[in-house]
């Protein structure tokens, strides 16, 4: 009996290990946006802050923000900013709790960034 209720208990905790894995990364939504790396950036922020993310790390020279969202279950946002052929690319990628945000949920808030910055492309 012994044995069969150790091997039981042994599976279940075999299967909680398998189950923790890291979380696949999600494809990033990417888009072209109009402006320079420098106005894209500074009019991200902006945006960000404005629905309450305060920012981490912001390098313009990287052309990089992460900015986080104090509220549960805890929300993390990574842009990435390049110069392109007319204004700027943008990948931006977000964490729930943790795990990777599908970019589709992202393309509202892109075009919310494309509209503040001018007309699209």
Do not use: F
Request: aromatic fraction near 4%.
């Amino acid at each position: 009996m012994r044995r069969w209720l150790s091997g039981i208990v042994l599976m279940l905790l075999l299967g909680g290990c398998a189950s923790m894995a890291p979380p696949e990364p999600a494809e990033p939504a990417t888009g072209n946006v109009p402006g320079s790396v420098t106005e894209v950036l500074d009019e991200s922020m902006a945006l960000l802050m404005e629905r309450g993310y305060v920012i981490r790390h912001a390098d313009a020279d990287l052309g990089r923000i992460e900015a986080v969202l104090g509220r549960w279950p805890g929300y993390r946002i990574r842009l990435e900013v390049r110069s392109a052929e007319r204004g700027s690319r943008v990948e931006m990628t977000a964490q729930r709790g943790g795990y990777p945000l599908p970019s589709d949920l992202l393309e509202p808030w892109l075009m919310t960034l494309r509209s503040r910055l001018g007309s699209g492309l």
